[in-house]
C-alpha cells in the first residue's frame, strides 16, 4: 500500500467551477501536509501547507486536514483556465529531515 | 529572491555513461532535497543534505549520490546509467533543518538516457 493515494484524474471542469482534490495517507506519524502545483515542463510550486487538522484559506484556494480519516483536500473556487495544472498532496513526518512523500498527483483542465 | 536554479535543464546521455546534476538553492537556504519524476512512478525522494552532510536517503541504488558544498550547492551524480534513469530530476531547498517541510523546487533536469 503506498503510503499517499490521489486519484490521478484527469479531472476536467468549466471555468468557474468548484475543484476538490483529495488525497488520503496511511501513516499518523505525518504531521505536514502540502498542496503543489505543477505545469507543464515546470517544476512543483508550493501552493500551501497546513500543519493541524482544521482549514486553511488562500484566497481562492483552501486546503483541509481531517487527521482522524487521513485525508486532505484542496479546494479550488471560482477555477479559471489557468488553474489548469498537475496538482501534487505532499506529506512531511515533521522532523528535521527534508524527506516529503508525494501523492502520483491529480491532472486538471478549466475550459472556458 | 532568485529561485532554485538547476543545470543543466535538458541531457541526453547513453547507457552506461555517467552525470552529474547541479543545484543551487535560494539565499539563505541550506536544506536541499533532490527528487526524481517518472510518469510510472511519480516524485520520490533521492536525499537530502544539510550543512554539506546527507541527513536522509531514498530507496535508490548506490549508483545515485550527492554532495553539498559549504556554501549550500548541492550536486548529484548517476553512474552506470540505465534506460529507467530517464525522468526529471527535481532538486528542492528549504530554510532550516527544522522547517524542512516548507520545500521550493527549481524547475528540474531532464535527463533522457539511450
Known amino acids: 500500500q503506498k503510503e499517499v493515494e490521489q486519484d490521478p484524474g484527469p479531472l476536467s471542469v468549466p471555468e468557474g467551477a468548484i475543484v476538490s482534490l483529495n488525497c488520503t495517507y496511511s501513516n499518523s506519524a505525518f504531521q505536514y501536509f502540502m498542496w503543489y502545483r505543477q505545469y507543464s515542463r515546470k517544476g512543483p510550486e508550493l501552493l500551501m501547507y497546513?500543519?493541524?487538522?482544521g482549514n486553511k484559506e488562500d484566497g481562492r484556494f483552501t486546503a483541509q486536514v481531517d487527521k482522524s480519516s487521513k485525508y486532505i483536500s484542496l479546494f479550488i473556487r471560482d477555477s479559471q483556465p489557468s488553474d489548469s495544472a498537475t496538482y501534487l498532496c505532499?506529506?512531511?513526518?515533521?522532523?528535521?529531515?527534508?524527506?516529503?512523500?508525494f501523492g502520483q498527483g491529480t491532472i486538471l483542465t478549466v475550459h472556458p | 529572491k532568485a529561485g532554485v536554479t538547476q543545470t543543466p535543464r535538458y541531457l541526453i546521455k547513453t547507457r552506461g555513461q555517467q552525470v552529474t546534476l547541479s543545484c543551487s538553492p535560494i539565499s539563505g537556504h541550506r536544506s536541499v532535497s533532490w527528487y526524481q519524476q517518472t510518469p510510472g512512478q511519480g516524485l520520490q525522494f533521492l536525499f537530502e543534505y544539510f550543512s554539506e552532510t546527507q541527513r536522509n536517503k531514498g530507496n535508490f541504488p548506490g549508483r545515485f549520490s550527492g554532495r553539498q558544498f559549504s556554501n549550500s550547492r548541492s550536486e548529484m551524480n548517476v553512474s552506470t546509467l540505465e534506460l529507467g534513469d530517464s525522468a526529471l530530476y527535481l532538486c528542492?531547498?528549504?530554510?532550516?533543518?527544522?522547517?524542512?517541510?516548507?520545500?521550493?523546487f527549481g524547475p528540474g533536469t531532464r535527463l533522457t538516457v539511450t
Open positions: 528542492a531547498s528549504s530554510r532550516l533543518g527544522e522547517s524542512s517541510y516548507e520545500q521550493y
Open positions: 497546513t500543519y493541524s487538522s
Open positions: 505532499a506529506i512531511h513526518k515533521g522532523t528535521s529531515y527534508g524527506k516529503l512523500t
